[in-house]
Structures are given as C-alpha cells and as structure tokens.
C-alpha cells in the first residue's frame, strides 16, 4: 500500500511527464495535413456562430465527423482565444485525463503496476502523437479506454456505479465519432463474454439505467442534427460509415497487413515490451484461464482485426487498442520486477533497437521534409547510425548492467531527448515546410479572393484556417470570375496558361465569339501574372485577372 507522500510523488512525476509530452511546445509549429487546419477551423465557426448543433466548413455544412470535439474546441477559444494551439489543448486535455484514468485503474486493481501502465501508455509514439494534434481520433480512443476500463471494474466488482461510468464514455465516444464506439466495444465485450462461456454478464452488462444515460447523453445532438439537416443519416452514417468502411469511397485503401506496421511504430518505444506482454498474457490465459489476460488480449487484437477488414484505412482507427497493449507491457514489466526474473538478452536487444529506431528517425526527419526525394550521403548515413548505435547500447547496455529495474528510465531518457529536438529545435523547420502558417504570414498583405491549384489539400485547408476564407480550388471547377490571387504547384505554369485558356474559350458565347481577340494572340499577363512564391513548400504566387474570353 503506497503511502499518500509516495502517491503525491508518483503523480507529480505523471504530471510532469503529460506537460512536457501534450502540452510543451503545442504553438512552436502551425496546423499540419488537411485534418488539423480543417477540424480548427469548424470548431471556429460554431464558436463564432454560437451554434452547438451544425458543423460548418466556411459556411457549408460538414456532417462528416459528430461534434464532440468542436464543443472542446469551442471552449478552449472561448477561455484563450482563436488559434492553432488552442485548437490543439482539447487532445492535450484528453491525453492527460487518459493517463489519470489508467494510473487511477492499475493502483485499483493491478496494485503496484500504475507508474509503469501510466508511463508506458504517454510515452507511446502513438498516444503523444495523437495528444499533440487535432482529431476525432483522440477523443474516441480516450472514452473507448474508459469505457472498457470501467466495464472492468463492473465485472470484477459488480459495483454498478462503474456500469454508468461506461455507459456515459461510450456516449462520450459516440459523439466524438459515432456508432463505431458501440461496434469496437461490443466486440470486445462479446468477445470476452464467448472465450469466458459467460453470457450471462452481457445481460447484466446490458442495464436499463444505463442504456437510458447513454441515451440521455448521446442522443440530443443526434435528434437535433437531424432535425436541423435531413441529409445527416444519409451523409453521415451511410456514407462516412457505411460506405467508409466497404468500399474505397475516399481513396484511404491498403493491404489487409497496413495495421500491423501502423501498431508496431505506434508502441514504440515499447514495442517490444507490448509483444512479450501479450505472449505471456496469452500463456497464463492458456494455462491459468485469468480473466484480465483475456480482456487485454482480446481488446488490443480485435479492433485490429476489425479495421483490416475495413477498406479505408488510416492510422488513427486503431487508436482505441494502444493503451490494451500498452497495459500489457506494463504488466510483463512489472511481473519481472516482482518476481527478480532475468530478462532474455534478445528481449533485451531488441528492446534497444526499439529505441534506437525512435531516435533515428527523428534525425532522419528533417532531410524528408526539405527534399521531396532526399539524397543520403555517406557523412549523413553515418552519423545517424553512429547516433543509433550510442542509443541502442545506452538503453540495453544499462539494462543488462543494472537490471529491469532501470527499464523505464533508460527509455524514457533518449525518447524525452527526441521529443524536445522536435518541440524546439526541429519545429522551425517543420513549421517553414508542412504548415500553412508561414504561407498565410507570407502573403498576408493580400486582400482578394484565393485559390489554389495542384497544391496540397493540406495547403488549401490550412490557409483556410490562418486566413479564415474559402480557397477555391481549380481543379473542382471554382475559378472565382473577379479578379484574384492564385497558389500553383511549383512548375505548373504552363499547364495554367492552358486551364484558363481553355476555359475562357468555354465560356465565350457563340453568338459573339466575333468580337473576342483570339486565344493565340492573347499577350503574356493578360491571364496571369507571377508575384512570387514560397520556396520551402514548391508554391508560386500569381495574379489572376477577372476572366477573360477570347475565341
């Protein structure tokens, strides 16, 4: 039994571990990819608008996701005010809650393991990954966790207070992502119910009381959504459901091996201590018949299983099953430590490996992102693995020197060291070439309407955001008529010259194609005129005059 001085202090380190690992750094590079600057900027909207029911995107409806994480961000802008890291704060928020929760469980009912369930789980590439980034993933795979975390309880107490705390999480997760929170948790639990021959706990899990606070918490947003936007059910589960997961609707296919890879990297750095976890889970199961083993197993393996079979997929699906195997390695750890067992020097190396692997790859990261097709000369190819080498028998070298007890130390050490690289050294960088935010500040100074044309979806969404306006887009046919400012691909002038040449051929009437000058004789800058570019991200800035027609 820990002493409060021995619990206050154990908390003070987790507090310290979530600040640096969520929240340190969350402004020191703008928005990434097309989901951040796309998810701010509908939080932003709705806040503006004062409207808690209809996701917008500038001004259209955008049912795509439910609206559980545009309310946190709503009122993070409404406590610091509009911007990129306090689009972010929800999932930093929701990553430390996720912490508490596992820590607050494994002190309850696995005495003793909790630094280590707590450690493991924030320090895994994928949760501080997806704890420093605005998505919908975040907060599904946080009340998923609780939601079987509680149900645990229920099962092992039979306290049905813990039934109405899973009930409320699964809610919670319903409006953060929909009906796939029911999907991934009934699986697991039918799952866990059929491998016991208990189905009887399915009935008592199945509780009046608590199906009635779900339905209290999760359906009025729902109802009134569908009120307000008929199209919602066809829209939002049919075609962001349905036709998500059977078909390849949004272009997101890979193999039906895509999340075994996705899981290995996102355990890292304790992608090998997540395995033998597992392994052993699965003998004492085998061999004991341990409920707890089961439950784990079964929840970090069947989302898997279950998004394999999916058409579209991304890395944020399996989310929900990491903190299962982060458990698992937590608890191999400590069952190690426990017992004074002897790790195998291969488990060991490995382990080392894992490590090292982190460590290369954050130095790798900043060439990939300067040059589309980076050149890897023998100087840079040494150094990083000169780098990796000194992580590796760092890590393993002490652990085989002082024993498993320096496990947790010995890994968090070079990952802390790669995470603050990132934060404060490399995020410039990041910031110059994947963020739209330096683009926005370059250009600031530009008042006319925007589009874009073969730049990222990424680019178009996050001036989106930095600028608060719609980007037209040539390539779905919105070229303002009036007179604008235009982003092209690096190279693309050519073929831009002949885009608007052809449409304003298209767009001169038959009847008075007489008087129009001719295609041919139109003279340089007449329909565009380069004003510059952004280097860093291969975009070339042009004037666009309002549309000219010619024969």
């Known amino acids: 039994m820990l002493s409060r001085r021995d619990e206050f202090r154990q908390l003070l380190v987790l507090a310290v571990l979530c600040i ?37 995107l ?92 509680a149900w645990w309880a229920f099962f092992e107490t039979q306290q049905r207070i813990w039934l109405v705390g899973c009930y409320v999480s699964l809610a919670l997760a319903t409006l953060a ?37 779900f339905c209290a918490v999760a ?30 609707l949004f272009r997101h296919s890979r193999p039906f091996w895509y999340f075994v890879p996705v899981l290995l990297v996102g355990l890292l750095p304790w992608t090998t201590l997540s395995v033998a976890g597992a392994v052993k889970a699965f003998r004492t199961w085998r061999i004991e018949r341990q409920p707890y083993s089961l439950f ?11 998004f394999s079979l ?38 060991i190396a490995t382990h080392g490996l894992a490590s090292a692997i982190v460590v290369a790859a954050v130095v790798l990261a900043p060439r990939f992102m300067l040059e589309r097709h980076p050149h890897f000369g023998l100087s840079l190819l040494l150094g990083v693995l000169a780098v990796a080498a000194a992580t590796f028998l760092f890590v393993a070298g002490i652990i085989l020197w002082r024993g498993t007890g320096m496990v947790r130390f010995v890994t968090l050490i070079p990952l802390l060291v790669s995470v603050a690289y990132v934060v404060r050294l490399a995020a410039p960088l990041i910031d ?35 600028r608060d306006q719609r980007i037209a887009r040539y390539e779905r046919g919105e070229v303002p008529e009036q007179g604008h400012f235009l982003l092209a691909a690096e190279g693309t002038q050519k073929e831009l010259e002949s885009f608007l040449l052809q449409r304003a051929r298209q767009l001169s009437r038959p009847g008075s194609q007489e008087n129009l000058p001719t295609c041919d004789s139109l003279a340089d ?19 666009i005059k309002k549309t000219v027609l010619c024969r």
């Open 525 to 543: 800058g007449e329909l565009l005129r380069p004003v510059g570019a952004f280097p860093a991200q291969r975009i070339e800035y042009y004037r």
């Open 432 to 466: 110059l070439t994947q963020s739209a935010r330096p683009v926005a500040k370059n250009i600031e100074q530009v008042n006319s309407p925007m589009a874009a044309f073969k730049v990222p979806r990424a680019l178009e969404y996050g001036l989106g955001f930095y």
């Open 296 to 306: 784990l197993l079964l929840w970090g393996v069947i989302p898997v299983i279950f």
């Open 20 to 56: 640096f690992l969520f929240f340190f750094g969350l402004a020191n590079f703008g928005l990434v990819g097309a989901d951040e600057p796309r998810y701010a900027q509908i939080g932003r909207e709705m806040f503006t608008r004062s409207d808690w029911v209809t996701p917008r």
């Open 219 to 248: 359906l009025p947003w729902y109802v009134l959504v569908q009120l307000r936007n008929p199209q919602f059910f066809s829209e939002f589960i049919l075609r962001h459901n349905l036709a998500r997961f059977s078909t390849d």
């Open 310 to 347: 999916s058409e579209s997929k991304l890395p944020g699906y399996i989310l929900p099953a990491i903190p299962a195997w982060t458990l698992l390695a937590a608890d191999y750890l400590h069952t190690s430590l426990r017992e004074q067992k002897k790790n195998p020097g291969a488990l």
């Open 177 to 213: 992502k929909g009906p796939i929170a029911l999907v991934l948790a009934g699986l697991v639990l039918g799952a866990v119910a059929a491998l016991l021959r208990d189905y009887k706990i399915l009935l008592r899990t199945l509780w009046l009381p608590g199906i009635a606070v």
């Open 58 to 149: 500038h001004g259209e409806v955008w049912l795509e996701k439910p609206v559980l994480y545009y309310w946190l961000e709503m009122v993070s802008y409404k406590l610091f005010g509009v911007s990129d890291w306090a689009a972010r704060l929800p999932a930093a928020v929701l990553g430390a809650i996720l912490i508490a929760a596992i820590y607050f469980f494994a002190r309850r009912f696995r005495a003793g393991s909790q630094m280590e369930a707590a450690m493991i789980t924030a320090s895994s590439v994928a949760i501080f990954g997806f704890a420093r980034g605005v998505s919908t993933d975040m907060p599904l795979a946080v009340f998923c966790v609780l939601a079987l975390l």
